[in-house]
């Protein structure tokens, strides 16, 4: 009796310790990304359970302001992110912790104007105010397309910098402004509801642009790369999903946008317009970053091995 | 003689102790990286930067269409508290009447107006000058109005004995009495007033010092928003100290009332 | 017709639901020229009876008459001194004393002038230039009796001007006030009986609530009256008639 009472309380003190052991990894990961067409691979992934077929404890957090995202991700509350890719190298240039991993969407960028003014392109904009976010891509893809057309981003045209889409939107619809940079659904919204007129998609002078990307935090990937491999093997089984069933897609981004409705993301899905995807070429991000730094927004050029690290997606390929 | 300006040269060294002390602890304190240099870079490197903003004419450019608006919204709110708080205190009726409205709005802290403020007032200088009003209008009407409350009724009573209508009362004593009540709102208005300019250009402008700060952010150059509320913190020290030497010359006579003499150490007495 | 004429002064105050007379059908008469001091105990309305004959508060029934006229409002030909000097403290002694004869527009050289004649007469001439927070309570007292004397007023209504004042300075300033009151007509409030009798041509005595004329007594010999006997034996009757109730 005596002894087996002993052997009772030492297997219960033996089965404290088994936590323990396994701590390495089960406090949850936490992948901050915002509410838009792009990030659908984290939502796919979340819905479908996917990181916990994997064997991750994943909690994908949505956030609305990029800058959030990447300060998270600097106090390590987040251990991935996913950010335009100008905001990406912005806070690495400035020493931010962080690696492009991943690819998460392309395209989708573009000018709005309103079809009544009969705007037909983009030299046509010359004196006129534009609403676009400050430092972000849409200003970076903004300007390079005007400079394409032979305008002065400064001198040709009224550049009005304001902080959300959606108040751009509202902004170009009551005539404060005369043109928007802007991002899908909301120029295929605006086509729809008969009033807006695409001007133009960016990807007309860079064809599948870079639009969002995968970050991961330094320490995490140092310290856990089995799990980081784990977390880009769930993205991209989500994003060919996502590709193989654009309607069901269109129906996830509704659901979590908690906007707009499934046809309409769908139609903006189409892949001529913006679309989901993994890869990643260190030749465009560099572009990129040669792109922000002429304009202004970055001082130099980061070393490309700074900017991104291809080890985790091509580990994850093989 | 002697003695006095050595006197005169250690409190001043005082006033700057405390300042230095904490520069040097910044300084210290990020060149041995005990914070990441995105979170706090380095005093010097700070300043660096800002020189450079300065010579490049950023700097002051911002400045200057912050100082406009603030120019315009807080004089504007000057123009209507001063007056109004005087004449809300004299006129009990007036004051009653409006008290349920004033009580409503006051909560409202500026940041709160600025979704109607674009509404109403579209892109631009508009909105941040509204806001910067509604801001600090309400403060300083409130703070004039319990000012007037609170001069010294026995003056007023003696200067009508003395053959003053209550017009002249109004100009000859209730006036005078408030001057430095008026310049103290005056002060914490515009401070208020540089509080809520940065506040409203954070969402729709094109130049300014909040705005300059979002942009910083967004492009995560923390030295640059360390740069800009040094600014800020100049430009409202300046006008700070201004306003405290207006109160000074406009106020001698206050020199025998003030408490804190008595803890003063002594002077020398005329 | 006498010069002041105070008839059936009654004032009613409202507090907390509650209504309290303050005075009841007082009567006074003075004379042009008369120092007539009113005493009695706390309560009794003293202040609010010079306030009313100031015209800064109103009667609620009575009339107080100026050479036979209703007065209407407040004036500077019946100005009031009060128990605290109040003098304006952004203005200097001489600033304070020109204040009246400022919104009377006077032009500035006779202005002047006047000013430098009355706080001359107070022995406060080379004060002129210092703010009251510089000047001793007597010396703000003074220079608040020159800014009222400079108005040449036709009645002088004083509130205890020298409770607030120590007993050495207290007869300076009493003789001070007979000399440069000489000729007027004045009204002088005071708790202290000795203070009456030192001062008054009449000394009217009030009794409390509501306040009425209990008693007048007319006083020969001229004032600021030495201490004799039969002053200290008037003062304790009128002490022991005030304590009696």
Redesign the interface.
């Given at each position: 009796m005596k002894t087996m009472r002993c052997f009772l309380v030492l297997a219960w003190a033996l089965s404290l310790t088994l936590p323990l052991g396994c701590t390495r990894g089960t406090s949850p990961l936490l992948i901050g990304v915002r509410t838009a067409n792009d990030h659908v691979p984290f939502y796919i992934a979340d819905r479908q359970g996917l990181y916990r077929e994997h064997g991750l404890d994943v909690t994908v957090r949505l956030v609305a302001s990029n800058t959030e995202i990447i300060e998270a991700l600097q106090r390590g509350d987040f251990q991935v992110g996913a950010v335009p890719v100008t905001t990406a190298i912005a806070a690495i240039a400035q020493g931010s912790p962080l690696h492009i991993v991943a690819m998460t969407g392309r395209g989708g960028d573009g000018l709005l104007v309103r079809k009544e003014d009969g705007l037909t392109d983009l030299a046509s904009l010359r004196g006129k105010k534009i609403a676009t976010i400050r430092a972000s891509i849409l200003d970076v893809l903004l300007r390079q397309a005007l400079q394409g057309a032979g305008l002065d981003p400064e001198r040709d045209v009224e550049l009005v910098y304001m902080g959300k889409l959606g108040d751009m939107i509202a902004a170009l619809q009551t005539g404060q402004v005369d043109a928007t940079s802007n991002t899908e659904p909301f120029l295929t919204d605006a086509e729809r509801q008969g009033w807006g007129h695409i001007l133009t998609y960016y990807t007309a002078s860079w064809p599948d642009h870079p639009c969002c990307v995968v970050v991961a935090q330094d320490r995490f990937a140092r310290r856990n790369p089995k799990a980081l491999r784990s977390i880009l093997s769930v993205h991209c089984q989500a994003v060919d999903w996502a590709n193989a069933h654009v309607n069901e897609t269109a129906q996830i981004i509704v659901d979590y946008l908690q906007a707009y409705t499934p046809d309409l993301v769908a139609d903006s899905l189409n892949t001529s317009r913006m679309r989901v995807d993994y890869h990643l070429e260190p030749g465009e991000i560099e572009r990129m970053a040669q792109l922000m730094a002429e304009q202004g927004m970055i001082e130099q050029v980061p070393a490309i091995e700074r900017l991104v690290d291809l080890a985790p997606l091509r580990d994850v390929q093989k | 003689m002697y003695k006095s300006r050595r006197i005169s040269w250690r409190s001043e060294l005082r006033r700057w102790l405390l300042p230095l002390a904490l520069a040097i602890l910044w300084e210290a304190g990020a060149r041995l990286a005990l914070a990441e240099p995105m979170l706090l870079p380095p005093l010097t490197q700070v300043l660096a930067r800002g020189w450079h903003l300065l010579l490049s004419g950023r700097l002051l450019g911002d400045l200057a269409a912050s100082a406009w608006r603030v120019l315009l919204g807080f004089g504007l709110a000057l123009v209507i508290a001063l007056p109004g708080g005087i004449a809300l205190g004299l006129y009990p009726p007036l004051e009653r009447a409006t008290a349920l409205l004033l009580s409503a709005l006051r909560p409202l802290a500026p940041p709160a107006w600025i979704p109607l403020a674009i509404l109403w007032f579209g892109i631009g200088d508009a909105p941040a000058v509204f806001i910067i009003f509604i801001g600090t209008c309400s403060s300083m009407l409130v703070g004039t109005l319990a000012a007037t409350k609170a001069v010294d009724a026995q003056l007023v009573k003696t200067a009508l004995t003395l053959g003053a209508n209550r017009w002249q009362a109004v100009r000859h004593v209730i006036l005078p009495s408030l001057v430095p009540a008026l310049l103290t709102q005056v002060r914490l208005g515009l401070g208020l007033a540089w509080m809520c300019v940065i506040a409203a250009e954070m969402v729709a402008v094109r130049r300014g010092v909040g705005f300059f700060m979002v942009e910083a952010r967004n492009l995560f150059r923390t030295g640059d928003v360390l740069v800009g509320m040094m600014a800020i913190a100049i430009v409202g020290l300046g006008t700070d100290r201004l306003l405290l030497g207006l109160e000074r010359r406009l106020c001698r006579w206050r020199a025998g009332l003030d408490p804190a003499r008595l803890y003063a150490p002594q002077e020398q007495r005329p | 017709m006498s010069f002041l004429q105070l008839v059936q002064i009654s004032k009613r105050y409202l507090t907390n639901g509650s209504s309290i007379l303050a005075l009841q059908d007082l009567g006074l008469s003075v004379e042009r020229g008369e120092f007539v001091v009113l005493i009695g105990p706390s309560g009794c309305g003293k202040t609010t009876l010079l306030q009313i004959v100031?015209?800064?508060e109103p009667a609620s029934s009575g009339q107080v008459l100026l050479e036979g006229r209703p007065i209407h409002h407040?004036?500077?030909e019946?100005?009031?001194i009060?128990q605290?000097p109040?003098l304006?403290?952004?203005?200097t002694a001489e600033e304070n004393v020109a204040?009246?004869l400022?919104?009377?527009g006077l032009p500035a050289s006779e202005r002047q002038q006047a000013v430098h004649q009355a706080l001359g007469r107070m022995g406060l001439a080379e004060v002129g230039r210092l703010?009251?927070?510089?000047l001793s309570g007597g010396m703000q007292q003074r220079v608040a009796l020159a800014?009222?004397l400079v108005?040449d007023p036709q009645v002088l209504l004083m509130d205890e001007p020298l409770a607030a004042v120590d007993a050495l300075l207290r007869s300076r300033l009493q003789r001070e006030i007979r000399a440069t009151c000489a000729g007027k007509t004045v009204l002088f409030v005071t708790h202290s009986i000795r203070e009456a009798l030192i001062l008054a041509d009449r000394v009217v005595i009030l009794s409390p609530q509501p306040g009425q004329v209990r008693r007048e007594i007319t006083l020969t010999g001229a004032a600021p009256r030495p201490p004799t006997l039969e002053l200290a034996r008037l003062e304790e009757e009128i002490e022991h008639e005030l304590i009696a109730g």
């Open positions: - | - | 100031a015209g800064l407040w004036g500077a019946r100005t009031l009060f605290q109040n304006f403290p952004w203005l204040f009246g400022r919104l009377a703010y009251p927070h510089e800014r009222a108005l």
